[in-house]
T-cell receptor
């Protein structure tokens, strides 16, 4: 079974531009969550999608957005890029929604997209 | 104060040693995860637990809900165990969905 696939692996953008990152979950997984990892802040939760609906959002500005398609693939978009947005962006998929109490399933992470903003 | 505290931040061991990494949290949680991240970024989920103890090969994870504390143990450590180990807790929001809060990680180096 193929793992979680994130594209692209590396991206270089300039300040003010926008960027779209893609995540294809493991086949059959309907929950996709996104995370930002920086040396200073570590890993931080961005948002989670389940069945095309955003179920939860972390403390990030509105420049960070996402969506999920009917095939469970997800994209995240960052508009008006800032230098501080340089980070490793990771997505993870799981079988069921993270929010159904008692129905937790393990997370499967992709290898991430390393975004550099210059 | 961070909601999730890990110790130590860095750990160097000799091959074969028994290793313990600790995680303390300050809020009520529904589950706790131990993750492993190798250089290059890929993250592997090692354990997800809400009570008791789990074992997988040379790895053991325990959690004490009353004390809000979890430990990850590695027996007979090997250089290939060198990685960053991250503790994360699942918080359930009022809306019934979940968000993960992460510790800063423990960088483990196992020397041959």
């Amino acid at each position: 079974k193929a793992g979680v696939t994130q594209t692209p692996r590396y991206l270089i953008k300039t300040r003010g531009q926008q960027v779209t990152l893609s995540c294809s979950p493991i086949s059959g997984h309907r929950s996709v969550s996104w995370y930002q990892q920086t040396p200073g802040q570590g890993l931080q939760f961005l948002f989670e999608y389940f069945s095309e609906t955003q179920r939860n959002k972390g403390n990030f500005p509105g420049r960070f957005s996402g969506r999920q398609f009917s095939n469970s693939r997800s994209e995240m978009n960052v508009s008006t890029l800032e230098l501080g947005d340089s980070a490793l962006y990771l997505c993870a998929s799981s079988l069921v929604s993270r929010g159904l109490l008692g129905s937790y399933s393990p997370l499967h992470f992709g290898n991430g997209t390393r975004l550099t903003v210059t | 104060k961070n909601e999730v505290e890990q110790s130590p931040q860095n750990l160097t061991a000799q091959e074969g040693e028994f290793i313990t990494i600790n995680c303390s949290y300050s809020v009520g949680i529904s589950a706790l995860h131990w993750l492993q991240q190798h250089p290059g970024g890929g993250i592997v989920s090692l354990f997800m637990l809400s009570s008791g103890k789990k074992k997988h090969g040379r790895l053991i994870a325990t959690i004490n809900i009353q004390e809000k504390h979890s430990s990850l143990h590695i027996t007979a450590s090997h250089p290939r165990d060198s990685a960053v180990y991250i503790c994360a807790v699942s918080l359930v929001t009022q809306g019934g969905s979940e968000k993960l809060v992460f510790g800063k990680g423990t960088k483990l180096t196992v020397n041959p």
